[in-house]
Each structure stands twice: as structure tokens, then as C-alpha cells.
């Protein structure tokens, strides 16, 4: 179903607004990272997730795995 012009313009107005505020929000989300960093430089609650050199199990028994 195609867009109506008042559609295809709100959309347009959004998209606007959105490319504006990017590169502030990206910003914004630096300063708050070199803040956190100055303020706290380790995390003592932070848990690096395992990675294991084990195999994934089997599929299931029965499973043909072709999703029909």
C-alpha cells in the first residue's frame, strides 16, 4: 500500500529530526563514557563472558533440520 504525501512528509520531518539529533546523542554518550571512565577507571562488577572451546551440542534426535 503506498504512502499518502501527508504520510510520505511526517516521515520525511522524522527522519530530519532524527539525522539532527545523532551526532548530539553520539555526543552525549562520549562525555558520558569519558566521565564514567574518569570518575570509576575500573569496574570491579564487570564479568567478561566465558569462552569455551567446547562444541556445540548435537541436534536433536529426529530433527532433519531441512524446516519443513
Given at each position: 500500500?503506498p504512502?499518502?504525501?501527508?504520510?510520505?512528509?511526517t516521515?520525511?520531518?522524522?527522519?530530519?529530526?532524527?539525522?539532527?539529533?545523532?551526532?548530539?546523542l553520539?555526543?552525549?554518550?562520549a562525555?558520558?563514557?569519558r566521565?564514567?571512565?574518569?570518575?570509576?577507571?575500573?569496574?570491579?562488577?564487570?564479568y567478561?563472558?566465558?569462552?569455551?572451546?567446547a562444541?556445540?551440542?548435537?541436534p536433536?534426535?529426529?530433527?532433519?533440520?531441512?524446516?519443513?
Amino acid at each position: 500500500m503506498p504512502l499518502t504525501p501527508d504520510q510520505i512528509r511526517t516521515r520525511d520531518r522524522f527522519e530530519t529530526v532524527i539525522g539532527f539529533a545523532a551526532p548530539v546523542l553520539n555526543l552525549v554518550l562520549a562525555v558520558g563514557e569519558r566521565i564514567s571512565r574518569t570518575v570509576e577507571p575500573d569496574d570491579h562488577e564487570y564479568y567478561p563472558p566465558r569462552s569455551t572451546q567446547a562444541e556445540p551440542p548435537p541436534p536433536h534426535a529426529g530433527s532433519t533440520g531441512g524446516g519443513d
